[in-house]
């Protein structure tokens, strides 16, 4: 008796430590998602969930079977929430979305232990699934939070109706209302949700097939019954009206074979590092393999986790190649597979190499977490998150125009008519009128940008409240008669100026340049070059085009060799200037000032050792 006790008492402070080693090792990994900032997805969900009305939102998230402006209302209740109490600041929505895949970490576990009976296989399970760079996005960029949140309503539902049926009952009626209330979010969350029916039933048919189909108790289906008549109701609905997603090409399904070996083809490449020229013949290998494994080893849980894996991407396997965090879903599948193979291999070795019971469940289980987080940890870290262009690339850029316009214009009045003349958005994006309606929190402003309306003339100009000019990473407010003179100077982002050393490293405070060293520069208004470039014409590569004005560039004070001043190749009215660190600047951010023809613009700091 007190020796099941101990056992007892030991399992659960090993239960207890394994929990928070994943928990500390998806933390550190993750954690640089709370200092990002937002995505061009994350500008365009949260603009739609706050610029229509509030009764309109909530009616979409009753009526989930209607097509709505919204697509996905409840992601987009989500950003209204957060934005009405926390304004248009970053950090609080990745903290929120963080809150959710914390929770989502816990239902992989419950769920993959009900599944499988081993806690050593849920705890794998969880370190394997809870962090993979190519699904970094799911952590870094809130704009997938509708597949991170359907995640956490579909397996919510799912282990309410395991932990029911493994208790050997069925669902209570104020369970099935939760369970259908949970749906719903689900729904109105991802459209991948769908699959939840289907996946009830093979769950139903492999743990708790009926004795004689004769006999099957109705009640046995009606949780089942419930949420297919939802599904049902759900895909007839949201296929009509005009907001619905099939008017969109990359939501239209192909229904053939060669589709669903595209996407998953693309899921496999992206996953594995081969990206697009993973073989078709490798995926049917795989498929054919992780079947055989499963039914030869008469593993329930391998045969589940196969059949979700190969089901539950059903939903968007047969539309546009989708990137790997859209398969956060069926992401489960592979990792309970994974998880479940590993373990039972590495038990079936321990028990040939001590017999007598010495490599136990706990210590085994403990054993293969530490060496899992050994081997996984500073492999990600290594990696990083540098996939994630909608952050590393688009984040950096969104921040710098909310920094500069409100450094020059904290509030505008209600009504204002604001023009910019350029900017640093694709024509065929909206991010400028987002993200100024949203960081002034005011619907009343007319934004205007020229890449899109064309410019007006003097009379139309004349009209607006502010016309704002970019050039360089700055933005630039101009007057009558709205010409904005030359500004020699290196180009700036968000980090700071666009240095370079002569590897191509960023020059940064981490790696600094150091007297002496040749820098290459991004700069702009140098002049016209030898033969002139037409007016918004890329500069060509062959051959290179040198500028022809007298340019210096000074460095903390001092003049500075320049080493090369040509027109950048492929590139629209850039140029790169490389200049030599001069001997006796002082270490830390020296200013770099750049003059052509006499003439000078803004200052560039450049970190010197």
Not at 580 to 585: A, E, L, M, S
């Amino acid at each position: 008796m007190l020796w099941s006790k101990r056992m007892r008492k030991t399992d659960r402070v090993l239960s207890a430590a394994g929990a928070l080693l994943i928990v500390v090792y998806f933390w550190r990994l993750v954690r640089p998602t709370l200092h990002v900032y937002f995505s061009d997805d994350d500008l365009m969900n949260l603009y739609r969930s706050w610029i229509n009305p509030l009764g309109r939102l909530v009616r979409a998230n009753l009526l989930f079977f209607q097509s709505n402006p919204f697509l996905r209302p409840f992601a987009s209740a989500w950003y209204r929430t957060i934005f009405h109490f926390a304004g248009f600041h970053p950090a609080p929505f990745h903290a929120a979305l963080l809150a959710v895949l914390f929770v989502n970490l816990y239902l992989t576990y419950a769920v993959c232990r009900r599944l499988s009976g081993s806690r050593e296989i849920a705890a794998v399970a969880v370190l394997v699934g809870c962090y993979h760079e190519r699904l970094a996005s799911l952590y870094f960029d809130t704009g997938f939070v509708y597949d991170v949140l359907c995640y956490c309503f579909f397996f919510a539902v799912f282990l309410l109706y395991i932990r029911a049926r493994q208790q050997n009952r069925f669902l209570k009626g104020w369970e099935i209302a939760v369970a259908a209330a949970l749906y719903i979010c689900a729904l109105n969350s991802k459209e991948i949700a769908v699959a939840l029916p289907l996946m009830l039933l093979i769950y139903e048919l492999l743990y708790h097939p009926p004795k004689s189909w004769r006999a099957v108790d109705w009640r046995q289906g009606l949780t089942i019954f419930v949420t297919g008549a939802m599904t049902v109701i759900f895909i007839v609905g949201r296929s009509m009206g005009s907001d619905t997603l099939l008017t969109n090409e990359m939501y239209k399904p192909r229904l053939t074979g060669a589709q669903l070996l595209l996407t998953s083809r693309h899921f496999l490449g992206y996953l594995t590092g081969f990206d697009e020229t993973f073989p078709a013949s490798w995926v049917l290998l795989l498929w054919a393999a992780t079947f055989l494994i499963a039914w030869v080893s008469r593993s329930r849980t391998l045969k589940f986790a196969w059949l979700f894996l190969m089901l539950s991407p059903l939903p968007i396997a047969f539309i546009y190649p989708r990137g790997p965090a859209q398969y956060y879903v069926p992401w489960l599948g592979w990792t309970l597979y994974a998880a479940t193979l590993l373990v039972g291999s590495i038990a079936w070795l321990t028990r040939r190499i001590r017999p007598d019971g010495f490599w136990t469940g706990r210590i085994r289980g403990s054993v293969v977490l530490l060496v899992l987080i050994a081997l996984l940890y500073p492999h990600w870290k290594r990696l990083g998150w540098s996939s994630v262009a909608s952050e590393t690339v688009a984040g950096p850029t969104n921040a710098l125009i909310v920094e500069q316009l409100h450094h020059m214009y904290p509030v505008f009045p209600h009504n204002a008519r604001i023009l910019f003349l350029n900017d640093p958005v694709p024509a065929d994006y909206w991010n400028m009128l987002f993200i100024v309606r949203l960081a002034y929190r005011d619907d009343t402003l007319t934004i205007d940008c020229a890449k899109r309306i064309g410019r007006p003339d003097d009379t139309k100009l004349a009209a607006y409240n502010h016309v704002f000019d970019y050039v360089g990473g700055r933005f630039f407010e101009l007057k009558r008669p709205w010409r904005r003179p030359p500004m020699p100077m290196v180009e700036v982002n968000y980090f700071g100026g666009e240095f370079f050393h002569s590897n191509w490293f960023p020059v940064t405070a981490g790696y600094p340049a150091v007297a002496g060293e040749r820098v290459i520069s991004h700069a702009v208004d140098l002049g016209p070059t030898d033969p002139p470039v037409p007016e918004g014409k890329p500069f060509p590569s062959d051959p290179l085009l040198p500028a022809i004005s007298n340019v210096e560039v000074r460095v903390g004070g001092r003049p500075a060799p320049v080493i090369m001043k040509i027109g950048w190749p492929g590139e629209v009215g850039t140029y790169r200037l490389d200049f030599t660190v001069p001997d006796g600047v002082t270490s830390g951010l020296a200013a770099v000032e750049v003059t052509a023809n006499g003439v000078s613009g803004l200052a560039a700091d450049l970190p010197v050792r």
